[in-house]
T-cell receptor
Framework: SQQGEEDPQALSIQEGENATMNCSYK?????LQWYRQNSGRGLVHLIL?????REKHSGRLRVTLDTSKKSSSLLITASRAADTASYFC????????????????FGQGTTLQVKP | ETGVTQSPTHLIKTRGQQVTLRCSSQ?????VSWYQQALGQGPQFIFQ???????GRGNFPPRFSGLQFPNYSSELNVNALELDDSALYLC????????????FGQGTRLTVV
């Protein structure tokens, strides 16, 4: 079963605009990761945020985490046509509350289309 | 490219048959996890192998089984295929079970008819 929901399921924007995707999860986590998937192929790791962090940046990506609400958001600024893909959040439940397990629980994903 | 290779890329099987999917992990990685991704869904964890031993399993029946070899490559075997087994099967390798990043292969698209 999936860990949680992602919102929206689909997003269509113009190049240069910002894209925001949200993810909710159900159980306690050790970390939360975001992945990108192009055309139903392999997933590419984008960014990881640990359960004790609230915000993280990587290039044009900004991730926030609110463990009290069990939710996270991914912001892609100044989007490009090449950002068109599906984006998934994935949580690692941790081992006895600490340490990673590598057994990721994925959301259902947001499909992003960036129009040139 | 992640250095994780999966074979074959596409496969068509008949209901009731058996299938073996293969994954060659990235050099230096001793942990391989397998995921099933149905169309329009997120990947679901099947099981993980660490140093040739199964190290955790998701909610999949025993007809899904696996192996990891001394070179840390891995196989996923599915017996008695059902139509619902049609999906993209992804393997992911990492340096160890506690690594913070998994490197995914391009997947095997399995169609059961």
């Amino acid at each position: 079963s999936q860990q949680g929901e992602e919102d929206p399921q689909a997003l269509s924007i113009q190049e240069g605009e910002n894209a925001t995707m949200n993810c909710s999860y159900k159980t306690s986590i050790n970390n939360l990761q975001w992945y990108r998937q192009n055309s139903g192929r392999g997933l590419v790791h984008l960014i990881l945020i640990r359960s004790n962090e609230r915000e993280k940046h990587s290039g044009r990506l900004r991730v926030t985490l609110d463990t009290s609400k069990k939710s996270s958001s991914l912001l892609i600024t100044a989007s490009r046509a090449a950002d068109t893909a599906s984006y998934f959040c994935a949580t690692d439940p941790g081992y006895y509350g600490s340490g990673n397990t590598g057994k990721l629980i994925f959301g259902q994903g947001t499909t992003l289309q960036v129009k040139p | 490219e992640t250095g994780v290779t999966q074979s074959p890329t596409h496969l068509i099987k008949t209901r009731g048959q058996q299938v073996t999917l293969r994954c060659s992990s990235q050099s230096g990685h001793n942990t391989v996890s397998w995921y099933q991704q149905a169309l329009g869904q997120g990947p679901q964890f099947i099981f993980q192998y660490y140093r040739e031993e199964e190290n955790g399993r998701g909610n999949f029946p025993p007809r899904f089984s696996g192996l990891q070899f001394p070179n840390y490559s891995s196989e996923l075997n599915v017996n008695a295929l059902e139509l619902d087994d049609s999906a993209l099967y992804l393997c992911a390798s990492s340096f160890w079970t506690g690594a913070t990043e998994a490197f995914f292969g391009q997947g095997t698209r399995l169609t059961v008819v």
